[in-house]
T-cell receptor
Framework: EDQVTQSPEALRLQEGESSSLNCSYT??????LFWYRQDPGKGPEFLFTLYSAGEEKEKERLKATLTKKESFLHITAPKPEDSATYLCAVWASGTYKYIFGTGTRLKVLA | DGGITQSPKYLFRKEGQNVTLSCEQNLNHDAMYWYRQDPGQGLRLIYYSQIVNDFQKGDIAEGYSVSREKKESFPLTVTSAQKNPTAFYLCASSRGLFTDTQYFGPGTRLTVL
């Protein structure tokens, strides 16, 4: 069964303390992996799309990487405004839909 | 600015009532989707549409209905048959059906009184 697992469920960081969020997936064939940021009470905001193992994308303090089994969202020197829930979604071959993980709630303390 | 709008932001429903959630996009996207988000769960697909006058059931379509009379609009009706409708509802769109990045609206929070 196609599955997406995000870890940790929640993460508290001090401002400036770099870390990584994980999205591991078990799918029959990966066609794309998406990262979104979601603030409380709002819709997900698109961050990155990754299509193949080895691909990396960056945006400000965020960097997303992809392997054959997982993706990492690296946050460098985070600021309080980076606090949000980060969602991962996988688009798998042979399926008509995206599979979403349950997200990682990130809290960055000043 | 192009984007997706949803209304209302908050909606309250009495038991036995049908309510309709609005979703409009001006991104010129062909595909549109409705998801439901509950605490501790991933987004679950309710309905999706590839073109005007065509739509398909997702994983949890029971108790919901949709229409797609215009490319820009994809309203969702939560019927009285939906036993647990309290949730956060998200509309999304993409250029192609499940072939491209999905962009989301701001969401509607539905509460049953």
């Amino acid at each position: 069964e196609d599955q997406v697992t995000q870890s940790p469920e929640a993460l508290r960081l001090q401002e400036g303390e770099s870390s990584s969020l994980n999205c591991s997936y078990t799918v029959s064939g990966l066609r794309g992996l998406f990262w979104y940021r979601q603030d409380p009470g709002k819709g997900p905001e698109f961050l990155f799309t990754l299509y193949s193992a080895g691909e990396e994308k960056e945006k400000e303090r965020l960097k997303a990487t992809l392997t054959k089994k997982e993706s990492f969202l690296h946050i460098t020197a985070p600021k309080p405004e980076d606090s949000a829930t980060y969602l991962c979604a996988v688009w798998a071959s042979g399926t008509y839909k995206y599979i979403f993980g349950t997200g990682t709630r990130l809290k960055v303390l000043a | 600015d192009g984007g997706i709008t949803q209304s209302p932001k908050y909606l309250f429903r009495k038991e036995g009532q049908n309510v309709t959630l609005s979703c409009e996009q001006n991104l010129n996207h062909d595909a549109m989707y409705w998801y439901r988000q509950d605490p501790g769960q991933g987004l679950r697909l309710i309905y999706y549409s590839q073109i005007v006058n065509d739509f398909q059931k997702g994983d949890i379509a029971e108790g919901y209905s949709v229409s797609r009379e215009k490319k820009e609009s994809f309203p969702l009706t939560v019927t009285s048959a939906q036993k647990n409708p309290t949730a956060f509802y998200l509309c999304a769109s993409s250029r192609g059906l499940f072939t491209d990045t999905q962009y989301f609206g701001p969401g509607t929070r539905l509460t049953v009184l």
